[in-house]
């Protein structure tokens, strides 16, 4: 067997760092893990309870008509309905019956900072990039979200992943504690198993999650910044748009 280098070993380093697509130290913020965090699936077009204030995902809560921003159903549409579809690595994740207009690989957090009168109240002491570039001096601007499309860091198992924030949920909108929190704190929400997020159709698949529409599934995660976000195909569409009118 033949000895290696120094220079060999750190080569063989920088490659499996590259091929794990994660930084081992962030450029960035470092940011507090949540572990052990029942993680749901949703997606854009869903309508889970037409009865509910927060049952369809025609819209979220930083945009009235999302179904439309996106470019439609992030699915299958079978008799009316927008359902999930299994998706792959063959094809990026990629929705395989529609184009996107934004990133399929977004999520969302129990933290509501524009719609949510307790969280819009409290985000610009609880956000940790309240004070940076972008987000000073507009904690009043309703117009604004400071959660809108910033990144989080997904790992399920040796899967790890990354998506955008574009909804507020599950279950709970103002659940600084568990969002914010440096303890680990388990989520506020009952419902659906106690999920503290949802992901969408791409972040199930590239997660390797075992259940198409469950929640059984447990995920890892972080918020990270933008300089922290590997390529990958997450990058290959990266929304920008900012919250809609309502």
Not at 5 to 21: D, H, N, P, R
Not at 195 to 224: I, K, T, Y
Not at 229 to 242: F, K
């Amino acid at each position: 067997m033949a000895l290696l280098t120094a220079s060999m070993v750190a080569v063989a380093i920088l490659i499996a760092a590259a091929c794990g697509g994660d930084a081992a130290e962030p450029d960035g913020r470092a940011y507090p893990p949540h572990t052990g965090i029942v993680a749901t699936t949703f997606w854009v077009g869903e309508v889970l309870d037409p009865d509910s204030p927060d049952g369809s995902q025609r819209l979220s809560a930083y945009d009235a008509d999302w179904l439309a921003s996106y470019g439609g159903c992030d699915g299958v549409e079978r008799d009316g309905r927008c359902d999930t579809e299994r998706r792959t690595a063959a094809n990026d994740f990629f929705p395989t019956r529609m184009t996107p207009r934004q990133n399929p690989f977004y999520l969302d957090l129990p933290f509501d900072d524009r719609n949510d009168p307790a969280a819009f109240e409290q985000r610009g002491r609880v956000v940790p990039w309240a004070s940076d570039p972008g987000y000073a001096g507009r904690a009043a601007d309703r117009s604004t979200s400071f959660m809108k499309n910033r990144w989080v860091r997904i790992q399920h198992g040796a899967a790890v992943c990354y998506g955008q924030i574009e909804d507020a949920g599950p279950g709970e909108y103002d659940d600084v504690a568990y969002v914010f929190g440096t303890d680990d704190r388990r989520p506020a929400n009952t419902r659906f198993n106690g999920a503290g997020m949802d992901v969408s159709p791409a972040l199930n698949g590239c997660l390797g999650l075992r259940e198409l529409d469950g929640q059984h599934d447990v995920v890892d995660w972080r918020f990270v910044d933008d300089v922290d976000v590997p390529p990958g195909p997450w990058t290959r569409i990266v929304t920008t748009s900012p919250p809609s009118p309502w």
